[in-house]
């Protein structure tokens, strides 16, 4: 059996061009034909060359049509002269005139013998690429694919006694089961298991070869056992896929549910929360959040405690830019859909005392955790001080005024919360430095889009589905919201290190 490699040298060379030099310059041959100057010889140039006379009709006069000649660069021209070995000296119009006499003239002989030059040229210097890409570069399943007599006696050679075995993926089997057999080596083959749908791909098989028949026989027991085993495996993966997507397809259907149900616009309650961002990157699932909205005797409100996986805490939402107080003789106006029937200087008066209370977003971050209303921690203070400092007053902006929940009107609500990781539960410090938003959106405030950031994993965004509604409040707020301050995060802190 003749190896690819002897038997075509111009099929798939590694060396795909080589230079010879000659008498009118350096030419490049590819494995079938030589160029010059990039082109190649042309049988019959005359269609080309311009006429001498201009064509005439058989009665004399000038036709009316003229020949059309495709025009050719200078390079292509002297490439024609050299092959024909004429002159290539001149410009273009001088170059068609040497040719005219010559245009179907063959390749001179020195052109000839030029070109069986570079054919061994050619074949040489490939077949010592192949040598050194044999040596170096294949793996077993190419050497055993382009030259299957080559490998195997090299891998055993005549007269050697090895209870060795080589190990083959290959899509042929053919040629190496009766390469094998021609130098009585025992060979046999089973079945790859193939990953996805196997009517799309070839069949792929796993090939041993060995000069010991029962250790052959025996590789390929284990093999097909491990094969049955990767199989087994394979249904089993695609059994959890399959129910992987019923879960998916029932919690869709449930949330559609949900939002069928939920007709008001009312939004507290459980949220099923989606964020790829934070699922995918932390292989985290089930993100849920509560919200609730609580009436005080200081006024209305909305808060939510979270768990996103590696982060869980708590929201505070602040009330609507331009929503203050107004006396007990004026009108709630608690539906924020309606129309709000207050004067321009009402409404004046009221961004001027919303500025006056939005003072600490001008103050540092570094302020963060004890900013909003809550005094600092006195560590000589006895238990009850301490107790009193923890449950601070509540800062202005997270009381409620007429906007009491959202609406189509205002459907976007800014938020600031306290957590802590879910690992080693380190407190966010900080976080209620920064605003973020939720915004409710359609069927009647049954969806929402938000961000959120942090250390945990930084800025992302997330959406959610309500699933379900519970007008009790389960949540002390201010005991949660004090609970994550920078005197609970220090003393955390200082437990895990004592």
Not at 129 to 144: F, G, P, T, V
Not at 212 to 225: A, F, G, L, P
Not at 419 to 437: A, K, R
Request: with cysteine; proline share 4%; net charge negative.
């Amino acid at each position: 059996m003749t190896s690819e490699s002897e038997s075509d040298d111009n099929s798939d060379p590694p060396v795909r061009q080589i230079l010879v030099k000659g008498d009118a310059g350096v030419f490049s041959f590819d494995g079938y034909h030589l160029e010059f100057q990039d082109h190649r010889y042309a049988r019959n140039v005359a269609q080309y060359i311009p006429l001498l006379e201009p064509l005439r009709t058989k009665k004399g006069n000038l036709a009316a049509r003229q020949p059309r000649h495709d025009s050719k660069p200078q390079g292509w021209w002297e490439s024609q002269c050299v092959f024909r070995g004429l002159s290539s000296n001149g410009t273009i119009e001088d170059l068609q005139n040497v040719l005219r006499g010559h245009e179907e003239d063959p390749i001179a002989d020195d052109i000839l013998n030029l070109q069986e030059r570079a054919r061994r040229k050619f074949k040489l210097m490939n077949k010592e690429a192949r040598e050194i890409n044999w040596l170096h570069n294949m793996s077993d399943e190419e050497k055993a694919t382009n030259d299957p007599r080559r490998y195997l006696k090299e891998t055993f050679p005549a007269g050697s006694k090895s209870m060795e075995t080589v190990l083959l993926t290959t899509h042929f089997v053919i040629n190496i089961q009766e390469t094998a057999k021609e130098l009585g080596l025992r060979c046999e083959y089973t079945h790859a298991p193939t990953d996805g749908d196997a009517v799309l791909q070839m069949a792929k098989y796993w090939v041993v070869v060995g000069q010991d028949r029962s250790i052959v026989t025996e590789k390929v027991r284990m093999i097909e056992r491990e094969t049955q085993r990767l199989k087994r495996e394979q249904e089993e993966g695609q059994q959890e896929l399959r129910r992987k997507n019923k879960v998916i397809r029932t919690t869709q259907t449930e949330e559609e549910e949900a939002i069928a149900m939920n007709k008001d616009w009312d939004v507290a309650g459980s949220w099923r929360i989606s964020s790829p961002h934070i699922e995918q990157g932390w292989d985290v699932a089930n993100l849920t959040m509560d919200l609730y909205l609580q009436k005080t005797e200081k006024g209305p409100q909305m808060f939510a405690y979270f768990d996103f996986g590696v982060l869980t805490g708590v929201f505070r939402f602040e009330r609507q830019k331009g929503d203050t107080n107004t006396s007990s003789t004026r009108p709630q106006y608690s539906n924020a859909d309606d129309d709000d029937p207050r004067s321009d200087e009402d409404n004046a008066r009221e961004v001027e005392a919303e500025q006056a209370e939005r003072n600490y977003d001008d103050e540092p971050s570094d302020k963060s955790s004890d900013t909003y209303g809550e005094k600092e921690e006195d560590n000589d203070d006895d238990d009850d001080d301490d107790d009193e400092d923890r449950r601070s007053p509540t800062p202005e902006l997270f009381y409620l005024h007429n906007i009491t929940q959202p609406s189509a009107k205002f459907p976007t609500w800014n938020y600031r919360y306290r957590g802590e990781e879910t690992g080693e539960g380190e407190i966010e410090l900080g976080s209620d430095s920064e605003l973020y938003s939720i915004t409710f959106c359609n069927p009647k405030g049954q969806t929402l889009k938000g961000a959120i950031g942090g250390s945990a994993f930084g800025g992302c965004t997330f959406t959610g589905v309500k699933v379900g509604s519970d007008g009790n409040v389960h949540l002390d707020i201010q005991e949660e919201w004090a609970n994550r301050n920078a005197s609970a995060h220090e003393n955390a802190r200082t437990g895990r290190w004592h």
